[in-house]
């Protein structure tokens, strides 16, 4: 007599649906910024779109880092 559950033993996995491609694009929050004002552009203030409200906080965080790299830190980190 063979049990029969009705299903496989092993899960089976259900073809891919065609993945979404993801942009990994950098981008910059530019709404309420002038570009001239602000002086060049840092590596570190480049974000994703999604994470554009942290740029003044990173702002802030690269223009204290010479006068104390803790605090700097803390704000690139912890934001």
Do not use: F, K
């Amino acid at each position: 007599m063979s049990m029969s559950s009705g299903g496989p033993s092993a899960p089976q996995r259900q073809p891919s649906m065609g993945r979404r491609n993801i942009s990994r694009a950098i981008t910059m929050r530019t709404d309420g910024y002038s570009g001239e004002e602000e002086g060049p552009i840092i590596e570190s203030e480049l974000v994703p779109s999604s994470l554009a409200p942290i740029v003044p906080i990173l702002r802030a965080a690269n223009e204290i880092e010479d006068e104390n790299p803790r605090v700097a830190y803390l704000c690139q980190y912890y934001h």
